[in-house]
């Protein structure tokens, strides 16, 4: 899990499946637990206190979304308003954070 932003307004985090642990040698005989392995983004709107999770295609429109803020630094304005459209998806109240 890593926080990719963090402002008043908003929270992205990019959740991903750490498989490493489970390969390594000394792993071999552990009881493996059930886990979903659901790599994606999830998104916070702190106003409303309700967030989204991004998975599948609507990650990787997301993570092309990032690439292209990699490219040309967007000003925080341009950040708020594309996350504020993602907002709009979030009908999940924010239970734990």
């Known amino acids: 899990m890593h926080m990719l932003y963090d402002s008043e ?3 992205v985090v990019h959740m991903q499946v750490d498989d490493q642990e489970s390969a ?3 792993n071999a005989n552990a009881v493996k637990k059930p886990t979903l392995a659901r790599n994606g983004f999830e998104i916070v709107d702190k106003r409303s206190g ?3 999770y991004l998975d599948g295609s609507w990650a990787e429109l997301f993570q092309q979304q990032i690439a292209a803020w ?5 000003t925080q304005e341009e950040v708020e308003e594309t996350l504020d459209g993602y907002a709009e998806l979030a009908h999940n109240p924010v239970l734990m954070h």
């Open 9 to 11: 307004s908003f929270v």
């Open 70 to 74: 990699q490219a040309k630094t967007p």
């Open 50 to 52: 309700k967030e989204v």
């Open 24 to 26: 390594s040698p000394e």
